[in-house]
């Protein structure tokens, strides 16, 4: 985050952010206020404006670009912006909202490809053409969409930077072990999280705000799943393909009290389900670090069952990137 010292004024900052999430809350002594989330390219913060006051005080848009002044304090060991004003950014303030995303340091462009050239190198032709068909007729959406609304790849081309992670590691465990169905495992990892392009409501910059109807009543592994089998019919897939792929979707998040429709069951869909969870913890925990000093504990995760994590700080630089080619394009 850049936070702008304003004058001598000792710990007040002016900062332009992103809101990427606001609600109205009621603290213990029954006071109302307002909790966000302000975020730009480089990470986000929590912030709390107490003076809050209802019919007064504006309430800004998910995705809205702000002026924030205020005090940038510590709680729980995480920074908190403690906000005195708040207000839209403007003509005059000479910023833009593209400037503040997030966006994956592998374009899209070369992202995409790269996972058509896995296609391509098949040796089943039913699964390279049904993985390319479904890329191609999705395409557009593919190179723009974030792989959340927050927490992991929550950025402009992350479902593809999330995605092509995952393929990475499908090919490294595919060449350990060679009882790995690898044009299986690369398909399924592929589609898996192909029905956030319906789940979310994506902005032209590539930011997700809220679920859309569809997305909260049935879910991206069930709205993918039936995506990928409108473009089997097209193309005549093998019944018995088609079915291993759609498991493999519906399965991934591994149980159903984390949203999986059935548990995996043969190999390819239990790897995908791990290295899924595997690359969405990695980044999680390396996008913690940005705000903990080496030797220190963040504050308690909810994601990972409410633990505090330790940074050691023995890698510099531990931004969450994955190397996802030999040499960044």
């Not at 913060?45 to 005080?57: I, L, M, N």
């Not at 504050?299 to 994955?322: E, Q």
Request: proline share 5%; glycine share 8%; with cysteine.
């Amino acid at each position: 985050m850049n936070y702008i010292p304003v004058g001598q004024r000792q710990g007040v900052y002016d900062l332009y952010a992103l809101v990427k999430r606001i609600e109205v809350k009621t603290s213990s002594k029954g006071q109302k206020y307002m909790d966000l989330t302000l975020g730009d390219k480089d990470g986000d913060v929590d912030a709390k404006y107490w003076d809050y006051e209802e019919g007064r005080t504006p309430i800004f848009e998910v995705n809205t670009l702000v002026k924030v002044r205020g005090q940038l304090q510590e709680y729980r060991g995480a920074p908190q912006f403690r906000v005195d004003n708040i207000r839209a950014a403007t003509a005059a303030d000479n910023v833009k909202a593209e400037d503040f995303i997030a966006v994956a340091e592998y374009s899209p462009g070369a992202m995409y490809q790269a996972v058509l050239d896995m296609a391509a190198g098949f040796s089943d032709r039913d699964l390279a053409a049904l993985l390319t068909a479904t890329y191609e007729k999705y395409k557009k959406e593919l190179l723009l969409y974030p792989a959340a609304v927050r927490l992991h790849h929550a950025m402009q081309g992350g479902l593809l930077y999330h995605t092509l992670s995952i393929l990475r590691l499908c090919q490294q465990v595919a060449a350990i072990y060679p009882g790995v169905d690898e044009d299986l495992l690369i398909t399924g990892a592929a589609l898996h999280d192909l029905g956030k392009v319906v789940e979310m409501d994506a902005n032209e910059l590539g930011l997700a705000s809220q679920y859309t109807t569809e997305g909260n009543l049935l879910g991206h592994l069930v709205v993918g799943a039936m995506m990928v089998r409108d473009v089997a019919k097209e193309l005549g897939t093998p019944e018995d393909k088609l079915v291993l792929v759609e498991h493999m979707i519906v399965s991934h998040h591994g149980k159903p009290e984390f949203g999986a429709a059935v548990p995996p069951k043969f190999l390819e869909a239990y790897i995908l389900s791990r290295l899924d969870e595997l690359d969405a913890s990695i980044y999680e925990i390396c996008d913690t670090y940005q705000n903990v000093e080496p030797g220190k504990f963040s504050s308690r995760l909810w994601n990972f069952d409410n633990i505090s994590m330790y940074n050691p700080g023995r890698v510099p630089n531990v931004f969450p990137k994955a190397k996802l080619f030999p040499t960044e394009d």
